[in-house]
């Protein structure tokens, strides 16, 4: 059944009123008003809410139990009323944010902290993916803002470029199998074992991508493990597992702490770029505004 506000609005103020005249002046509604719209109510709930007394009209049970719902559902609409009031007036709210693994990791708590100082009202979820899941939620509309390695080709989103990024290969310091020092050709690095990361990353992409610019695919490496996401991988690295194919903002840290050592192979070192990415159908409430221009200026 879908209850009218109007309707139930009525109602409301009979029942304080004690009378559908007085409650007619109050909505500036005619009696017959008030009254149609208190039998639709009861005719649609099958229960009498007042009775007729004379003059008089007194609530029923039933009466008195839909006026205790009625004044939650009121209250409810009216803290809804404030809340969209300070979202279409103020910076505040919870903001979805849908972000690939090397940004979550790097960029984004930085982006947060320096955020927040300035609109502290502001809350986030944050939901960590693949960057091709994290562009599918964006496209879809479920998140409202999205930090990928990969540029869309989507025509409907929005791609701010906000980061560089160096890829580089790195293993653990001293690893047994690990070639000596100096450069490493691609041939010698096919034949390592390998740490690779999940189909819809976009560090995987830039690692097929580079082998495809010297006729290579990752069929032709010696693919030891499989993961899920950047830590893993880098953890692995570090044990010995394999080398892996990274971000040099996730792993400079192990590398500065001898952990790591990153391998000279030129075919596979260069640049990747980290974009902002919403939907440019997306209504602009002032705190989506407000994340998006804070971090694209």
């Known amino acids: 059944m879908e209850m009218d506000v109007r309707k139930l609005e009525a109602f409301c103020r009979v029942y304080e009123l004690q ?10 509604l005619s009696q017959p008003t008030i009254s149609s719209h208190v039998a639709n109510l009861e005719e649609e709930l099958g229960v009498k809410f007042f009775d007729r007394l004379g003059r008089k009209v007194m609530p029923t049970q039933a009466g008195d139990v839909l006026y ?4 939650k559902i009121f209250a409810n609409l009216d803290r809804a009323k404030a809340s969209i009031e300070m979202l279409r ?4 709210g919870d903001l979805g944010i849908g972000c690939s693994t090397i940004p979550s990791l790097t960029l984004l708590p930085e982006l947060l902290a320096g955020f927040s100082r300035k609109y502290p009202e502001v809350s986030f979820s944050v939901h960590t993916h693949d960057s091709s899941e994290v562009l599918k ?13 990969q540029k869309p080709e989507e025509a409907e989103l929005v791609a701010h470029h906000i980061a560089d990024d160096e890829i580089m290969v790195v293993a653990a310091q001293g690893a047994s199998w690990l070639p000596g020092k ?16 999940e189909r819809g990353s976009a560090t995987r992409r830039v690692l097929e991508k580079a082998l495809e610019g010297v006729g290579k695919n990752v069929q032709d490496l010696l693919v030891r493990c499989q ?5 893993e991988s880098l953890a692995h690295a570090a044990h010995g597992v394999g080398i892996c194919f990274t971000s040099r903002l996730v792993a400079e840290d192990m590398i500065s702490r001898g952990v790591l050592t990153a391998l000279d192979i030129q075919e596979l070192s260069g640049t990747r770029q980290f974009y902002l990415v919403y939907h440019r159908g997306r209504h602009m409430f002032p705190a989506l505004k407000a994340f ?4 694209t200026k």
């Open 19 to 28: 009378s559908f005249s007085k409650a007619g002046e109050a909505m500036f």
């Open 227 to 231: 993961v899920e996401g950047t830590s």
């Open 137 to 149: 939620r964006v496209l879809s509309g479920e998140w409202p803002i999205g930090i990928v390695g």
């Open 292 to 295: 998006v221009d804070f971090n």
């Open 68 to 71: 205790g719902s009625a004044t």
């Open 89 to 92: 007036d103020r910076v505040v």
């Open 182 to 197: 100096g450069p490493v050709s691609l041939a010698q690095a096919a034949s390592l074992p390998w740490i690779m990361r």
